[in-house]
C-alpha cells in the first residue's frame, strides 16, 4: 500500500503508511494542519491546497479545469498547485511528498 | 418564474444591469468573471458600507458591517480576529455533537406533529437556536431572535423596517456583557483588540450585525428548498437513505442549486470597463451573482438538475476569495445534520402548501426559497 508525506507551513512532515482516499481524505483523517476539507471534497472551498514538487508532478497530474478555474483567480496558486481532494492515492503514488500550502484566507 | 432568470444574460452580454435606490448596478454573471472580481478588490471594493448588498441598508443600519465591508489589510486583520470563532463547527467535536443532537431532536420533533410550516416553523427557530450555540448564549436568547423574523432588517410591515430592533439589542447585551462577562460572543468581543487597542463600540456592532444579518434567510431559504426538494423528489430521499456517503456532496449540491444570496455588491474606485465592453463610473457598484455564476453551464453539466454526487463541484454559493462566508463551517454543519436526521427518521415529504418568494428587482424577479411551506412527514415505519 502507498505512502505519502505531508510537509506543512510550518514545515512538520507527517507520513501516512498505507494511505487510502484523497489526499484531503487522507490529511484530515490524521489531523494534518492547513487541510480542512470544508466542502467534503467536491472542489469548491479550496481549503485542501497542497502543491506538488517539480519530481512528482507527472505521476500526480495537471490540475484538472475545475481546479484551474479556481487557481486562476486565488492569489496564493501556482503552477504546482493542486487541491487535495481531486487526488486519489494510488500504488502508482508511492512515497509521494506534497507540500500544504496553508493559505490565510 | 425560475430560480435562474439570468440565463439569458449569462449567455449573451454576461451583465445585467439592475436599478436600486435611482442608482445603477452591474451584476456580473459568468463565473470567471465573478471569480475575477471577488479576487480584485483594488478594482472592485468592499468599502462601501452600508452598500454590500445592492439595495442599500442605509435605512436599516448604521454601522459598517465587519469583516465584510472594508479591503485589506483592514479586511486581513479584522477577520483574523473573529476566524476561530467561526472556525468552531470545524475544530470542535463536542460542538458539532451539540448541533447534531439539536437538529436531530428538532427533525423527531417535526415527524412527531406530523404536519407543520417549515419556514417560520422550522427553519427559523433551527438557524436562531443554532446560532445561540455558536454564540454561546442561552436558548432564552433565541427566543427573542425568532420573533425578529425571517429577515432582520426587512421580514415586517414597511412602516417599521426603520424601527429595527438589532443594532439596540447588540449594544445591549454588548453592555450587559462588560458587567457581567462570560464565554460568549459579546464577552469575547468586548476583550478582542485590533492592532493593540480595543475594538471600538462601533466596531463591534459591525462585527454583531452581520453575525445576525447574514446567515439568516440565507439558511432558512436553503432548508425550506431541501424540504420543497425532497418533496417533490422521493427518489432522492431514497438515495440518501441508501448510501449515506451521499450527504455530504448532497450538501454542497442544494446549497448550489438553491444559491440562495442573489448578489453581494463592490464598488468601483475609478472608471472600470466590464466584460460587455461597457464601462462603470467612478464611484459606482457592480454586483457578483452568486446563482448565475453556480449555473454557468462552462462550469457545470446539467447546471438546472440536482446531481447528488456531483463532483467536481467548484459552486460558490459561500462566495470566493478573501470574503468567503465566515459562517460556511456552521451552514454546512446545520445542512449536512439535517439530511442526516432527515433520513434517520423520515420516509417522505408531502407538500400540502407552498408559497415561493420571488426577489423583485427592475430587471428579473427570482423565486428564492420559499414564504410558506407545509409539509406532511411521514416517520420510518
Given at each position: 500500500m502507498p505512502k505519502v508525506t505531508f510537509i506543512t507551513p510550518e514545515n512538520?512532515?507527517?507520513?501516512?503508511?498505507?494511505?487510502?482516499?484523497?489526499?484531503?481524505?487522507i490529511a484530515t483523517f490524521n489531523d494534518v494542519d492547513g487541510i480542512e476539507g470544508a466542502c467534503g471534497g467536491v472542489c469548491?472551498?479550496?481549503?485542501?491546497?497542497?502543491?506538488?514538487?517539480?519530481?512528482?508532478?507527472?505521476?500526480v497530474g495537471p490540475a484538472s479545469e475545475a481546479e484551474q478555474g479556481i487557481f486562476d483567480f486565488m492569489e496564493e496558486a501556482g503552477p504546482d498547485s493542486r487541491l487535495g481532494c481531486q487526488i486519489e492515492m494510488r500504488e502508482e503514488l508511492d512515497g509521494l511528498v506534497v507540500h500544504v500550502a496553508g493559505d490565510e484566507e | 418564474m425560475s430560480m435562474d432568470p439570468f440565463a439569458e444574460g449569462r449567455e449573451g452580454s454576461g451583465v445585467l444591469r439592475v436599478e436600486t435606490e435611482g442608482a445603477p448596478v452591474a451584476m456580473l454573471l459568468r463565473m470567471q468573471d465573478v471569480r475575477k472580481a471577488a479576487k480584485d478588490w483594488k478594482t472592485y471594493s468592499s468599502d462601501l458600507a452600508p452598500d454590500i448588498v445592492i439595495h442599500s441598508e442605509a435605512d436599516v443600519r448604521s454601522v459598517r458591517q465587519l469583516p465584510i465591508e472594508c479591503?485589506?489589510?483592514?479586511?486581513?486583520?479584522?477577520?483574523?480576529?473573529?476566524?476561530?470563532?467561526?472556525?468552531?463547527?470545524?475544530k470542535d467535536?463536542?460542538?458539532?455533537?451539540?448541533?447534531?443532537?439539536?437538529?436531530?431532536?428538532?427533525?423527531?420533533?417535526?415527524?412527531?406533529?406530523?404536519?407543520?410550516?417549515?419556514?417560520?416553523?422550522?427553519?427559523?427557530?433551527?438557524?436562531?437556536?443554532?446560532?445561540?450555540?455558536?454564540?454561546?448564549?442561552p436558548d432564552s436568547e433565541a427566543d427573542v431572535w425568532i420573533q425578529w423574523g425571517v429577515h432582520v432588517f426587512y421580514d415586517r410591515d414597511e412602516a417599521e423596517t426603520e424601527k429595527n430592533p438589532l443594532e439596540a439589542y447588540t449594544g445591549e447585551m454588548f453592555r450587559k456583557a462588560e458587567e457581567n462577562p462570560g464565554e460568549d460572543f459579546f464577552s469575547h468581543l468586548n476583550q478582542l483588540h485590533f492592532r493593540g487597542r480595543p475594538l471600538t463600540f462601533e466596531e463591534k456592532q459591525g462585527f454583531a450585525n452581520v453575525t445576525f444579518a447574514g446567515g439568516r434567510d440565507t439558511v432558512i431559504n436553503t432548508i425550506s428548498g431541501i424540504f420543497a426538494y425532497l418533496a417533490e423528489h422521493p427518489e432522492t430521499l431514497q438515495q440518501l437513505k441508501q448510501d449515506r456517503s451521499l450527504i455530504l456532496p448532497a450538501v454542497e449540491e442544494f446549497v448550489r442549486y438553491v444559491s440562495p444570496l442573489t448578489a453581494i455588491a463592490r464598488k468601483c474606485p475609478h472608471a472600470t470597463a466590464l466584460p460587455d465592453g461597457s464601462e462603470v463610473s467612478e464611484g459606482n457598484r457592480i454586483a457578483m451573482c452568486w446563482p448565475s455564476a453556480n449555473r454557468d453551464a462552462s462550469v457545470f453539466s446539467n447546471p438546472d438538475e440536482v446531481v447528488l454526487d456531483r463532483k467536481p463541484n467548484p459552486h460558490i454559493s459561500f462566495g470566493f476569495g478573501k470574503h468567503n462566508c465566515l459562517g460556511a463551517p456552521h451552514a454546512r454543519l446545520i445542512l449536512r445534520s439535517l439530511l442526516t436526521s432527515l433520513c434517520d427518521r423520515v420516509d417522505e415529504?408531502?407538500?400540502?402548501?407552498?408559497?415561493?418568494?420571488?426577489?423583485?428587482?427592475?430587471?428579473?424577479?427570482?423565486?428564492?426559497?420559499?414564504?410558506?411551506?407545509?409539509?406532511?412527514?411521514l416517520g420510518n415505519s
Open positions: 512538520e512532515t507527517i507520513t501516512i503508511e498505507n494511505a487510502e482516499g484523497t489526499l484531503m481524505e469548491s472551498c479550496a481549503t485542501c491546497h497542497v502543491r506538488i514538487p517539480a519530481e512528482w508532478q507527472a505521476k | 479591503d485589506p489589510p483592514d479586511h486581513t486583520d479584522y477577520r483574523a480576529l473573529v476566524q476561530p470563532l467561526f472556525d468552531r463547527p470545524n467535536p463536542e460542538y458539532k455533537a451539540e448541533i447534531e443532537t439539536l437538529v436531530d431532536q428538532m427533525v423527531a420533533d417535526l415527524v412527531h406533529e406530523s404536519e407543520c410550516e417549515i419556514v417560520r416553523g422550522f427553519a427559523l427557530p433551527l438557524q436562531s437556536k443554532a446560532l445561540a450555540r455558536l454564540l454561546s448564549v415529504i408531502q407538500v400540502l402548501k407552498k408559497v415561493a418568494k420571488l426577489e423583485e428587482e427592475s430587471s428579473f424577479t427570482r423565486e428564492n426559497g420559499y414564504e410558506q411551506l407545509n409539509v406532511k412527514l
